[in-house]
């Protein structure tokens, strides 16, 4: 018997096409008539519009105690205005396809805004109407400080949270409003009403100190005319100078181990305050923190995780607290992750070792390249979406950054060299100069990361 031949004829494989160029988007910048500034990016395809509007009502401007007074007044401002209760503002935002959030951080408060640009018009006015007549009626305020209260407890409860609580009590002066929560503690919280909510905007919130920030597909869309309806018809008084305190904070090298009674985890949190994106070191600093601890091919992974089954990940990283052209700004570099109880010792031991062999040997080219290709190949992806653009657009005006920060970021990372990013990465992680706090079971672990001599410990309770 034949066997029978069979053939196929498949499709030819696609091919690649030509590579393009991309760069970081441009913004154009301009202002209102009421001193508003405005950045605007017209980024063709993309039918959801992005709106950014910063603040500049700092967490260091809360009155003393009040601390969680601007998140409770940003947190209001989708809770009724002038014309809507809270419930109309929130089914008209509903009807425009719209969502609209709103938090506090130590450089300001800002407001975010997603639409369809087909209802961007409607979505505007919402937004400035909350701006420019927010109710703050004293039934919705008191239900958003009680809803505060409640998540106080489900943060102390979690271990990452509390690790973070920690790290900044210990690393900046009992003074600086750095080392407090920055939502505000259960006393500080339980203070605020309306009045005190009214009284933090009326000082703070006003045109001439806000900046807006509008991305999408803008074809056909007479923004000018819409901004001039909307956020243009917002008045106040003119911007007031507001002096800024320097960041200090003490980065002797310690530990600190919050006390959790039969933990079977110890998470860890290990930091200090560093260098922000105006130093001319960052771009080095970026990249020598991602080799150290920036995904599952850093050292740190593949010494803690994949080589010793410690932890299912350990990160290193640089979040920018505040940030300032004159110096006075700060970066928080750190190094997060969870490890189980037994092993918190060895695990930090090893975690050192990653540490100090990293200042005698050094990266190599080959984990510079892959940091290269991580950081700067995948951002056309990153910023797909015009949220994601608008976002880092309100990052580098908070931060006072040149509109073309970030296109010039990934042209310095490209060009940084091993050398260069090795010295950053020593220098952000000094290994005598870093804040250590344990979250986990005191009884077990004490002794053990005692004998490690990487710095006095202390114990303290988890409350």
């Given at each position: 018997?034949?066997?029978?031949?069979?053939?196929?004829?498949?499709?030819?494989?696609p091919q690649a096409g030509?590579?393009?160029?991309?760069?970081f988007p441009a913004p154009e910048r301009g202002a209102l008539g009421n001193g508003l500034t405005l950045l605007r990016c017209h980024r063709p395809g993309q039918q959801v519009v992005a709106v950014e509007v910063l603040l500049n009502a700092p967490l260091e401007a809360e009155p003393k105690g009040l601390d969680g007074v601007a998140?409770?007044?940003?947190r209001a401002f989708s809770e009724g205005t002038d014309k809507l209760s809270a419930e109309e503002?929130?089914?008209?935002?509903?009807?425009?396809?719209?969502?609209?959030?709103?938090?506090?951080?130590?450089?300001?408060?800002?407001?975010?805004?997603?639409v369809p640009v087909s209802r961007l018009q409607k979505a505007l006015g919402l937004l400035a109407d909350a701006l420019r007549a927010p109710a703050f009626a004293d039934s919705e305020v008191e239900r958003l400080v009680r809803n505060r209260l409640d998540e106080i407890p489900h943060e102390t409860a979690n271990p990452a949270r509390r690790a973070a609580k920690e790290l900044s009590k210990e690393l900046f002066p009992a003074a600086s409003r750095m080392s407090r929560p920055r939502q505000g503690t259960e006393e500080t919280v339980a203070s605020i009403d309306s009045a005190a909510v009214r009284a933090f905007y009326e000082k703070h919130v006003r045109p001439a100190t806000t900046t807006a920030v509008v991305v999408g597909d803008l074809t056909g869309v007479d923004l000018d005319a819409l901004l001039g309806e909307t956020l243009g018809a917002w008045t106040g008084s003119p911007a007031e100078a507001r002096p800024v305190p320097p960041v200090t904070a003490d980065d002797t090298g310690r530990v600190v181990i919050v006390d959790r009674p039969g933990a079977v985890q110890t998470q860890l949190l290990i930091g200090r305050v560093g260098a922000d994106r105006h130093d001319?070191?960052?771009?080095?600093q970026v990249l020598?923190?991602?080799c150290l601890g920036g995904t599952l091919t850093s050292r740190l992974d593949r010494v803690l995780r994949e080589e010793k089954g410690y932890t299912?990940?350990?990160r290193a990283f640089g979040q920018v607290l505040r940030s300032a052209p004159d110096g006075t700004g700060a970066a928080m570099l750190a190094i997060s992750g969870s490890v189980d109880t037994p092993n918190t010792g060895p695990a930090l031991d090893d975690l050192w070792k990653v540490l100090r062999t990293l200042a005698a040997e050094g990266l190599t080219d080959a984990e510079r390249d892959i940091a290269v290709q991580n950081l700067v190949g995948v951002a056309p992806l990153k910023y797909e979406t015009a949220a994601a653009v608008a976002g880092t657009l309100a990052d580098q005006v908070e931060q006072h950054l040149p509109d073309d920060f970030q296109a010039t970021l990934y042209r310095q990372l490209a060009a940084t060299g091993t050398v260069e990013a090795t010295a950053a990465a020593v220098s952000a992680f000094p290994v005598d100069r870093l804040v250590t706090v344990l979250v986990g079971d005191a009884a077990q672990i004490e002794e053990?990361?005692?004998?490690?001599?990487?710095?006095?410990?202390?114990?303290?309770p988890a409350e």
């Open positions: 018997m034949t066997e029978a031949t069979v053939t196929m004829d498949f499709h030819p494989q030509e590579a393009k160029p991309w760069a998140t409770i007044m940003a503002f929130a089914a008209e935002l509903e009807r425009c396809g719209a969502t609209l959030d709103a938090h506090a951080d130590h450089p300001g408060v800002r407001l975010s805004l997603e001319r070191v960052w771009p080095a020598g923190t991602y299912y990940g350990v053990p990361v005692k004998a490690l001599g990487i710095g006095e410990v202390s114990v303290v």
